[in-house]
């Protein structure tokens, strides 16, 4: 069965800190999502791509983050300099706009812990 | 600015039990509402979609009502059971989560 894949599992950095997360969505689905999950609570959408178009960043703190598609196919989402309050799971997630259900098809999360 | 919540942080219940859990939201009209359930560590899995011209969907133990008068939507599981452990997310069309209410079944 087709997942969304995403790397790395776990990152942990210092603040002031680059990172970078990787995710590829499933094959042909081509709304593309990042969502930021603090413990306890939902996920926050950060930025929604179609191909390789941004739709929404109106959550994104565009003056440390900032995401690309550039081929419509994979992403990534960068932080720097890395806070203390981004310690939190990253989530990617896909969707098909043929489906019918809209679901969004999620990745299992990249676990970041800023010191 | 719209608002998504649902009943509660927490719920227990006992095994074999129906299990509601309650999303609401506020200064909006979703074409549709979505559930999730979450497990520990892992990203949300797609459960059910509810569009607003429907009452009421059905999946095997599961059932969701759309009351867009009250801007509610309830979702139940039936008999449930322990491994219905998990935490449960409501969702709007536009991608806007609710906190998710955590459900504990016991044997």
Redesign the interface.
Known sequence: EAE?AQSPRYKITEKSQAVAFWCDPISGHATL?W?RQIL??????LV?FQDESVV?DSQLPKDRFSAERLKGVDSTLKIQPAELGDSAMY?C?SSSLAGV?????????T?LTVL | SQKIEQNSEALNIQEGKTATLTCNYTNYSPAYLQWYRQDPGRGPVFLLLIRENEKEKRKERLKVTFDTTLKQSLFHITASQPADSATYLCALEDMRFGAGTRLTVKP
């Open positions: 969304v999502y969502y306890g609570q939902g996920p926050e959408l929604q929404d989530l997630a259900n809209n679901e969004q098809f999620f990745g299992p999360g676990r």
